[in-house]
């Protein structure tokens, strides 16, 4: 029988407890969220969802067609020219997505007989790319310069460092200094993925690569994501214009996939211009995870102290953390679950989300939530 294999891993998963379904929201939801990504609070800010309607009303429901056919509109050239001055980059390219925008940077970066060296800890959207990639790969330990400098030793050639510059599941910061060094031992080039730094880290929440030290620099690419920090949706490439214009060239998730819809362009852009107008955003979202973080740690959980936005919560088993979730749930919290296989460690975790519009009262409630609930 036709796909008689999928009831098989179903069955799997569903002895495992790894079983994902999906759970639809309503517009007025009354949980507290500490589940999404919207680490600013940006994503319902009137100003914000008023740049998003503007430019629907402007541009239409949709792009239209590729970038380069009819997807490029003025609105997407305006978040480019602002986004890349932002984070303090010559230049930007905006995709439909960050997953987009990873695939495109990594695969176009990494030519036949090039070398990826990938961090063991690195989402799965660089994964794929260097999966797709012509070069090959390399995973070395997590957050660990020494294991990049002694992987580019072996190879003689073009080599590319692949990083996230914060990881997703326990919130921590990669050493973007020293992976930056180890590259320029061996002229390879560092692509680092700041999905969960821009916004958050940095002057002003200019990102993580702009607070290293490594904004601008002629060697250094990053990608990241409009549907956090910014409250929108769609990814871009930042780096030198030569690597942009190579990617509008060569990338294919840029020349096949139809230009990001203008709504979410707009919200981006007025994303990105209220944070440049309150730059103390970035820095209450980073005091509201060492809050969490101290105060669930007082109470006797096991938190990973936080870099960024991201408070990780270890949970007993998978089962548990799904149970513990649920619970937190019927309580009124929402929490993120992350387990097997998202997670490579095989140790399962609750996910909190830092927001920076996250008051006193609702950090208390958070933790009790979690407290009374804990398996």
């Given amino acids: 029988m036709a796909f008689g294999w999928i009831d098989e891993q179903a069955e799997q998963r569903r002895r495992a407890g790894l079983v994902r379904t999906l759970r639809p929201r309503p517009a007025d939801s009354p949980l507290l969220d500490l589940a999404s990504n919207d680490y600013l609070g940006l994503a319902h800010h009137p100003a914000v969802a008023e740049g998003a309607a503007v430019a629907a009303r402007t541009w239409g429901g949709g792009s239209t067609g590729s970038r380069l ?13 602002e986004l890349a001055d932002f984070c303090g980059f010559e230049a930007a390219l905006v ?42 790969t390399q995973v070395v330990p997590h957050s660990d310069p020494e294991a990049v400098r002694k ?25 973007l200094a020293e992976y930056a060094a180890a590259c320029r031992e ?27 030290g490594l904004a601008g620099a002629a060697d250094v690419v990053v990608t990241a994501t409009l549907s956090k920090s910014l ?20 990338a294919r998730t840029f020349i096949f996939d139809t230009g990001l819809a203008p709504a979410a362009a707009g919200a981006a852009l007025a994303a990105l211009r209220l944070l440049r107008r309150e730059p103390e955003r970035a820095a209450r979202a980073r005091a509201v995870a ?45 929490v993120g679950c ?38």
Wanted: charged share 20%; net charge negative.
């Fill in 290 to 334: 060492a809050e969490l973080h101290a105060r669930l740690t007082a109470a006797g959980h096991e938190a990973v102290r936080p870099d960024a936005a991201v408070v990780s919560v270890r949970a007993p088993s998978p089962e548990g953390a799904v149970q513990w979730a649920a619970d937190c749930r019927t309580a009124g919290l929402a």
């Fill in 338 to 375: 992350f387990r097997p296989p998202s997670v490579p460690d095989g140790i399962s975790r609750l996910r909190l989300t830092a927001r920076a519009d996250l008051s006193e009262a609702q950090i208390e409630r958070a933790v009790r939530v979690i407290g009374e609930t804990r398996p």
């Fill in 151 to 175: 992987a580019l030793q072996t190879h003689e050639g073009t080599a590319l460092v692949v990083s996230d510059t914060v990881f997703s599941v326990d919130g921590d910061a990669a050493p």
């Fill in 231 to 250: 409250g929108s949706q769609g990814g871009a490439v930042l780096g030198p214009a030569r690597v942009i214009d190579h990617l509008v060239n060569a």
């Fill in 69 to 81: 056919v009819t997807g490029t509109t003025e609105l997407h050239t305006e978040l480019e020219r």
């Fill in 95 to 136: 995709f439909s997505s960050g997953y987009a925008a990873n695939l495109a940077a990594v695969t176009a970066l990494a030519p036949h007989g090039s070398l990826i060296v990938s961090d063991a800890g690195n989402h799965a959207s660089l994964i794929d790319g260097c999966r797709l990639a012509r070069g090959g």
């Fill in 186 to 212: 061996r002229g390879a080039g560092l692509l680092v993925d700041d999905a969960h730094g821009l916004g958050v880290l940095g002057d002003g929440g200019r990102g993580a690569p702009y607070a290293a």
